[in-house]
């Protein structure tokens, strides 16, 4: 895209400090629902759910823990089976020998160092082996106490395409946008750009004429 067209984009739409709470009120608008797809009853489901949840979609990381969550209640009941055995159980979530392998090194964790409870802050939660920043970071909003912006890949493109970062590290992102979006806001705001980005902000073709936010998007087609 030539510059000056960019540019003109930018100038037209104004700055991204005054169109951020516009954007996050007509998507919550538009998407009351917005919430976590993941399936849990509690805060161990919760944590378990969203480790199974790398590199799978959350229809089939659902379907693997509606039979998971009936065998394993405790933390203690993912080490009361061999490896093999939980593999088994996780197979089709994919990437399963890591998984397992994480998933009881965790709980030895949870056991050792937190009592058996999952921990809520930040700083904790990226201790526990196979829990990265993206994991902690939906665990602790799920958790009510989000303490960063969850960036996955819908959450970078529509950040890029609404002119809210130029970044590409997920970490720069996430920093940029903990500078814009307001605080009691980051929790539900991934959501939202993720519900955004199946529906209407779609990677290939987005549906700019469709879209709740196109006079604020510079990136607008329409
Ligand atoms: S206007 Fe188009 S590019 Fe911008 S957020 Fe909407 S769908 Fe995405």
Redesign the pocket.
């Known amino acids: 895209m030539p510059r000056s067209y960019v540019h003109e984009a930018r100038r037209r739409v104004g700055p991204k400090r005054a169109r951020i709470v516009p954007i996050v009120e007509r998507l919550a608008a538009e998407y009351p629902e917005a919430t976590i797809a993941l399936r849990f009853r509690n805060e161990l489901e919760l944590l378990v759910s969203v480790m199974l949840s790398a590199q799978t979609t959350d229809v089939n990381v659902n379907r693997v823990t509606e039979r998971l969550f009936e065998k394993y209640k405790r933390p203690e009941d993912y080490l009361a089976v061999t490896q093999e055995e939980l593999e088994r159980d996780i197979f089709a979530t994919g990437f399963f020998r890591q998984k397992a392998r994480a998933l009881r090194a965790t709980m030895v964790m949870l056991l050792e160092e937190f009592g058996g409870r999952v921990p809520h802050s930040l700083e904790e939660l990226v201790r526990l082996p196979g829990v990265a920043r993206k994991t902690a970071n939906v665990v602790a909003a799920e958790l009510g106490d989000p303490q960063g912006i969850v960036v996955d890949t819908h959450v970078r493109r529509?950040s890029q395409?609404?002119g809210l970062t130029k970044q590409e590290d997920p970490v720069k992102i996430e920093r940029d946008l903990q500078r814009l979006v307001p605080r009691e806001r980051w929790g539900l705001f991934p959501h939202l750009l993720i519900w955004h980005g199946r529906r209407?902000?779609i990677a290939r073709a987005?549906?700019?004429e469709d879209?709740a936010?196109?006079d604020l998007?510079p990136?607008?087609?329409?």
């Open positions: 529509l395409r609404l209407v902000c987005p549906r700019c879209c936010v196109n998007c990136a607008s087609r329409v």
